[in-house]
């Protein structure tokens, strides 16, 4: 079993349609981390999160500590949104280090 | 400003030599790290540097592989004798402090070895 579990693992939506990708973990965590990855390969940093929720433009992502999972939300869904959303987590019982999922492959069509 | 940069973009070698993969990290920022993607495969830790204080080499796969950061700046990951289970996308992040911060990531190097 992964230590960090996305869901689904692929994704196609409508343009417009709201979209929730879903990350569960085992462990106690410092932070989790949702990431973007296009297809050209780059990453970009979404959020940090350790508690609550955090908002930026149309995306927000939500943390609920106690029962160890975060959901990425996307209002309003648009064709530059297609990429890989990764959720990694950094826990003192990895060393700190960052855990990476697999990744979520969103596909929204126009 | 200047986001972390990566070189080369692409690198394709023979199994058996050894490769040289150099990041520049964002200037000011005290913590890199290097991470590695292979294909179908999720991202995974392989070091990390924080200011003077000794590398987390938790992460590196075997004794092949070695990073270095010169100046508290430039970092270089060498693999000496590459095989070909080492192609991936090589990437490397930086943040201002730590790992409690947001970290910012590289384009990455594609290594294939032939």
């Known amino acids: 079993k992964n230590e960090v579990e996305q869901s689904p693992q692929n994704l196609t939506a409508q343009e417009g349609e709201f979209i929730t990708i879903n990350c569960s973990y085992s462990?106690?965590?410092?932070?989790l981390h949702w990431l973007q990855q296009h297809p050209g390969g780059g990453i970009v940093s979404l959020f940090m999160?350790?508690?609550g929720k955090k908002k930026h433009g149309r995306l927000i992502a939500t943390i609920n500590i106690q029962e160890k999972h975060s959901s990425l939300h996307i209002t309003a869904s648009h064709p530059r949104d297609s990429a890989v959303y990764i959720c990694?987590?950094?826990?003192?019982?990895?060393?700190?280090?960052?855990?990476f999922g697999a990744g979520t492959i969103l596909r929204v069509k126009s | 400003g200047a986001g972390v940069s990566q070189s080369p973009s692409n690198k394709v070698t023979e199994k058996g030599k050894d490769v040289e993969l150099r990041c520049d990290p964002i200037?000011?920022?005290?913590?890199l790290y290097w991470y590695r993607q292979s294909l179908g495969q999720g991202l995974e830790f392989l070091i990390y540097?924080?200011?003077?204080?000794?590398?987390?080499k938790s992460g590196l796969p075997s004794d092949r592989f070695s990073a270095e950061r010169t100046g508290g700046s430039v970092s270089t990951l060498t693999i000496q004798r590459t095989q070909q289970e080492d192609s991936a996308v090589y990437l490397c992040?930086?943040?201002?402090?730590?790992?409690?911060?947001?970290?910012?990531f590289g384009p990455g190097t594609r290594l294939t070895v032939l």
């Open positions: 999160l350790s508690s």
């Open positions: 992040a930086s943040s201002p402090l730590g790992r409690g911060d947001t970290q910012y």
């Open positions: 990694a987590v950094r826990s003192s019982q990895y060393g700190n280090k960052l855990v």
């Open positions: 540097f924080q200011g003077n204080s000794a590398p987390d």
């Open positions: 462990v106690g965590i410092s932070a």
């Open positions: 200037s000011g920022h005290t913590a």
